[in-house]
């Protein structure tokens, strides 16, 4: 067998005279041995010389410490000398030679696995036929054949391998011990680009161990203690996590925001919940993206961009059009040659990493898109929205709020007989189904996979979420610090005026279905402070009395829609009232909406503080009115400063007399419109003021004419402006609401 030097490299022992150290490779078998010009058994330190001595690549002062003791690698890289190669050489402790490796040794422990807390097996792979195998554990036990080991201690384990030809392998292992948890990645929880080329994906790795801080990487050279990771662009990661006694990895992928649905109304909240309830009059947007082909790779020939696409292309010639979409190219090129799955645009190629993006041809000629609606309010509805056309870029944007919103309505149906009612008139869900069509080309439609919900709201310029009514939607669970839904009132604090109907709107989402809602109610005194215990109510269904599941849990349901049958029968806008006990012997409530988990209540909504209002009035005029958040709000108007009758559009003609003497009008009345006309007056807190003005400008406003049953009429606010003053943080203001019009007799 012929020896070829792979490698030779002088050393020094530390204050003594160089020697050399000298790597060969056997040319047939190309299993590499290392020699001395000394006996290096034994000698604690060697130090290496600069790369001007050989042909190695390494870097001035690397120090090999405790030479002969365990086993330590050197890296060789052979360089202009066959057969080029970068490998580690492994130096063991049994005589300091050269183990493994290369074409030779193939040993290789793949894997301790550990059994019953302190027992461990050794995997091994590269076994040989006819090699004969030897296990260890340090500490543990000797040489022997079997790969099972049994009483291992807990800590950190190296187990060892090896066959009669000196070919050897290692493999630390942790044994936990009672109370401990040994390194372990349990997953990484990846979130792609959020928008074109924003770079905003973002890493959450969980892990646990007990042995120590966790610390965390991307390249295994910088580290950090928090597991997360932001602004990563789009590609292939690997993340190194290691503690005090070990290390692990786990890869996870960021793929870039190409996306054929761009956009939706969906809006996900810092607490990781996800939010698909909107307000109908406001924009209600879907955008979406044609794409004919996706961009593999960008490559540089003759110094202008060559994209590789997925596909070969059609709809394509040389001199004609594309629109090309990725970081570094958007707009629409002329194309300057094609070949295969390749299209070359005429354009000055840019440096950079870019490689990923979107080509439209002209394979689809008269594209456009057809959208409908499957809305659920009372029984299912379809609705064709409209075709929609691209921009040259692909861009298709949809408005579909104007055929839905009237599917709400602003009327007051609740009886106040209840806790709780779900309000129809409020609320509904829907379903979006598209389809892309061209020339030639009529396809099913697809639906996206979420349900929407639209609320009879509509948000203000500067409202957090903008359309979205994320902050008001209720979801099981909250990360810490996170405000928790919020009732549909305007008020900050509302006032229940003993006595009068009264009730708090919340949304009922998706989200709690399954869970067994209750009502709470805390009574606080004139200080906000709490007194007496809270008092949990089960949420009743539409004909009172509560009903249970099979496990005895009382459930929120409603009465079924003939031909409808909703996601769940739950959900929308719900009416809760509050319990009139003790209003007398408190200023506040508290009242908060959750469910049991165990022994646990957990809150789903705000706890909302609610002013009690005995006081006596002589005159009031109680009104209500549908806010713009589409909850309905209260107030008792305690002073009525003026009544007006007043006549409107009167219309007459001329009467022609002959005789004057037997004449009794010159004209006579055809039409005329007359009503009542009530000037309201009221002293308010400045912020109870903010919110009762609103009256002005609802849709919607009821004057309460019953009791027995409650009963309301439909007044307007006349067109004018709300007078009023301040003094002492209070606010008196008046305003005048017309009646409806009286029943006169006309022609």
Sequence with gaps: MGKKILDQFRYRLLMDRYNSITIFVDTETFILTVTSSRPINGWPDLELLPA????????????????????TKITVTAVNTYPYV?????????????????????????????????????????????????????????????????????????????????CSASLQFVIVGPGQVALRIDSVDAFNEQSEYASDGHATVNAVTTFGVLQFSLDNLNWQLSNQFFNLAPGNYTVYVKDDLSAKS??????????????????????????????????LLFRFRRSDYTIIGILNVGNRPQLVLDHEPQGISVGGYIAVRSEKYSGVFKVYSTSGNTVTI?????????????????????????IKVVTGISKDKEINIGTFTADTMGLVVTQIQSKLKNLVNNKNE??????????????????????????????????????????????????????????YVTFPSYSVNVTKAKFLTSFEVPTYFVGYPFDLSFIYSENIIGHSLLRSET?????????????????????????????????????????FTPISQALGVHRLMLSPDLLNNTAFKSVALGYYEGDEFNTVTESKKVKINNDCRKFPVYLCWVNTLGGWDYWLFES???????????????????????????????????????????????????????????PKVLLLIGQTPVKWVTVQIEQTSLSYQSKDEQIEFDFSILLPALNIQTN
Excluded at 258 to 280: C, D, H, Y
Excluded at 550 to 559: F, G, P, R, Y
């Design 86 to 166: 970068d490998m580690d050489i492994e130096l063991s402790s049994n005589d300091c030679g050269y183990n493994g490796g290369g074409g030779g040794c193939t040993l290789t422990i793949e894997e301790v696995k550990v059994v019953d807390d302190d027992s461990a097996e050794i995997h091994l792979s590269g076994v040989k036929p006819g090699d004969s195998i030897q296990y260890s554990v340090d500490g543990v036990s000797g040489w022997q054949t079997s790969p099972f080991f049994d009483y291992i201690g807990p800590g950190v384990q190296v187990a060892r391998a090896k066959n009669q030809y000196g």
């Design 346 to 370: 005429d354009t000055l190629f840019l440096q950079g990493n870019s490689s990923s993006g979107k080509v439209i041809t002209n394979i689809k000629p008269n594209y456009r898109m057809e």
């Design 52 to 71: 001007a001595f050989n042909e190695r690549i390494y870097a001035e002062g690397d120090t090999i410490t405790t030479f002969c003791e365990g086993t």
């Design 640 to 698: 009525t400063q003026k009544i007006d009758l007043t006549t409107a559009n009167v219309k007459t003609y001329d009467v022609y007399n002959e005789d004057l003497l037997k004449a009794s009008a010159t004209t006579e009345t055809i039409s005329k419109e007359a009503f009542e006309k009530i000037t309201l007056g009221a002293v308010a807190e400045k912020d109870e003021f903010v919110h009762i003005r609103n009256v002005i400008m609802s």
């Design 523 to 563: 009574l606080l005194d004139v200080n906000s402070n709490p007194f007496g215990v809270g008092n949990h109510t089960v949420l009743s269904n539409q004909d009172g009395p509560a009903l249970l599941n099979q496990d005895n849990a009382m459930v929120l349901i409603e009465e079924g829609y003939e031909g």
């Design 250 to 283: 786990e890869n996870f992928t960021i793929e870039p925001f190409f996306s054929f649905i761009e956009s939706t109304p969906g809006t996900e909240m810092p607490n990781g919940n996800t939010s698909r309830w909107v307000a109908i009059h406001n924009p």
């Design 414 to 471: 609740f009886t106040y007989d209840r806790i709780n009612w779900r309000d129809l008139n409020a609320a509904a869900s829907f379903e979006i189904y598209y389809r892309e069509i061209w020339d030639g080309s009529l396809p099913e439609y697809s639906k996206i996979p979420e349900v929407y919900y639209f609320v009879n709201a509509a948000k203000q310029i500067g409202d957090k979420f903008g359309n979205n009514m994320a902050e």
